[in-house]
């Protein structure tokens, strides 16, 4: 009844006008719901894209401090070792030992994210703190530097790999 009172007049006439109508009406149903889409997916788009920027930054801040802190152990190393073949012995007193376990601190505030492979990580950085703490010549620092690099890079590679996936 009311399709027919829209459609034709009083005298019983098609109203094309009105059919135009109806097809505006819907196309501006189908725009409207087009829009509320595309406003979800671009607020969506935005939260993954500051995930992933966030993700990206807390991976380059570990690389870095792993860097500085395998450099450490190797200018330390080299200097400790300058002319000598072999181990020297190291103490306690050493600067480098505070200095790698502030760094080693550091790396644990970074790891907040609760992975499995945040947990190897973890794992490793507390492996090294030990070895640190144990520390009896050059090449325990060897073993710490070999421990930490191995476990920044499968991180890295894991991390990388889960980001990639997001994108």
Do not use: E
């Given at each position: 009844?009311?399709?027919?009172?829209?459609?034709?007049?009083?005298?019983?006439?098609?109203?094309?006008?009105?059919?135009?109508?109806?097809?505006?009406?819907?196309?501006?149903?189908?725009t409207l719901v087009s829009l509320i889409f595309t406003h979800k997916q671009a607020k969506q788009n935005r939260k993954s894209t500051t995930l992933v920027k966030l993700r990206l930054e807390e991976l380059k801040e570990l690389k870095e401090l792993a860097v500085t802190s395998i450099s450490l152990i190797d200018s330390f190393i080299h200097d400790k070792n300058a002319g000598v073949r072999g181990n020297k012995p190291m103490s306690n007193s050493d600067p480098i030992i505070s200095e790698l376990n502030t760094n080693f601190i550091k790396l644990q505030s970074i790891l907040h994210r609760r992975t499995e492979h945040g947990s190897e990580l973890s794992i490793a950085i507390s492996t090294c703190q030990l070895k640190l703490m144990m520390l009896e010549d050059t090449m325990g620092l060897t073993d710490i530097g070999i421990i930490l690099d191995q476990a920044i890079e499968d991180y890295w590679v894991k991390e990388w790999n889960e980001i990639e996936k997001k994108i």
């Open positions: 009844m009311i399709l027919s009172n829209i459609l034709f007049d009083v005298n019983g006439n098609f109203q094309w006008a009105s059919v135009a109508a109806i097809i505006s009406f819907l196309t501006f149903c189908s």
